[in-house]
């Protein structure tokens, strides 16, 4: 550990920093060793880690005198935010600005933030094409995220701004695979008319990420955009469908329909896809998979996801 460079890991137990830690921790070589930061260092999660290697440190992003003590002697640090578990874009800012504090404090050489796009950059709160929400944002779990940015830039921290995908895995974890009709026919929807999504497997995250440490200074500084391919639904459908072995069809419905739909972030989620929508030559054009693959060669595809996962996603 003594010659290696320490790169901390929020959200270590996680699906974007357990990829880091996991790529760091398969390349006992790579010069890096991985601090572990978790909530709960009795985990079976956490354990696992320190099995195979890395060390696991105590905090939390609410409290930054943990998060202080968790950076010191790093020499980087990967910065993720829970949006998921509070919902609330002023308690990810106030958790950002910990992350930011903690980082600059202890002095550290790079720096990744998870990042997405501040939405209203795109479409003021004047813009009635989606409704705003909790009064001053359009995508709350993008906008707080983006706002954030200036948080490391204004304390000086040599950060690289990592613009995220949605994750393929939403498929088993968020409720958002393939469901049966009434008819027992599978129907995959998103309100994403014919647009491109671009996607990734979770774990690609953390290992991209694990490219741009190895990349060093030529990053630091920079907005860096990470798919593992940008698909349609149709598309999705089609490979999920021969993944499956059985048909699905794309249920593409509007954002609005999709708001409706009444669970918890559906307004937030119905606005984000229609941004997505949207801006789609932005968006996907942020989002290069030739730019992921250089940092991570073993990007996975879509096709290649699903072989490994096709049998997580819950079709009920
Ligand atoms: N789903 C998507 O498609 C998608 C796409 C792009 C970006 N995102 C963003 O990704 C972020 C979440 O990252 P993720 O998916 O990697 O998270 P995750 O898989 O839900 O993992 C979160 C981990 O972080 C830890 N954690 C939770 N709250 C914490 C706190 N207060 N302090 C310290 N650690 C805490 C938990 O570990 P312990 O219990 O061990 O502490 C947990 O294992 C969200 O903000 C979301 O908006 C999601």
């Known amino acids: 550990m003594a010659n290696r460079r320490i790169i901390a890991v929020t959200g270590a137990t996680g699906a974007q920093g357990g990829g880091l830690a996991r790529a760091i921790l398969d390349e006992p070589d790579g010069g890096f060793a991985v601090r572990a930061i978790t909530r ?23 409290d930054p005198a943990s998060l202080r003590k968790a950076m ?50 795109w479409v003021p709160l004047s813009d009635d094409r989606m409704p705003t929400l909790m009064d001053k944002y359009k995508v709350p779990h993008f906008d707080s995220k983006g706002e954030a940015n200036h948080l490391f830039t204004d304390l000086g921290v040599p950060t690289t701004f990592l613009l995220t995908s949605f994750y393929w895995d939403n498929l088993i974890h968020f409720g958002m695979g393939p469901k049966a009709g009434p008819d027992g026919k599978l129907a995959f929807t998103l309100p994403m008319g014919d647009a491109r999504l ?26 860096v955009g990470i798919a593992g391919e940008h698909l349609t639904g149709t598309q999705m459908a ?67 996801w699903l072989e490994q996962n096709v049998s997580r996603i819950p079709l009920e």
Not at 75 to 96: D, I, K, Q
């Open 198 to 223: 671009p996607g990734i497997a979770s774990e690609d995250i953390g290992r991209c990420a694990y490219g741009i440490f190895k990349g060093g200074s030529e990053y630091i500084g920079r907005t």
């Open 72 to 121: 010191a002697g790093a020499w980087g640090a990967y910065c993720v935010t829970f949006y998921w578990a509070h919902f609330s874009p002023e308690r990810e800012l106030a958790e950002a600005g910990n992350l930011a504090q903690a980082v600059r404090d202890a002095g550290l050489g790079h720096v990744i933030w998870s990042t997405l796009e501040d939405t209203r950059q």
């Open 238 to 304: 089609e490979q999920l469908g021969a993944a499956l072995g059985r048909e699905v069809v794309y249920n593409s419905v509007t954002p609005a329909q999709y708001r409706a739909f009444g669970f918890p972030g559906a307004e937030d989620l119905g606005n984000m896809f229609q941004f997505k929508h949207d801006f789609e030559d932005y968006f996907c054009g942020a989002r290069d998979p030739a730019v992921a693959r250089r940092l991570n060669p073993a990007l996975q595809t879509f096709a290649q």
């Open 40 to 62: 709960n260092p009795g985990s079976d999660k956490a354990r696992e880690l320190a099995a195979h290697g890395a060390e696991v440190v105590a905090a939390d992003v609410d």
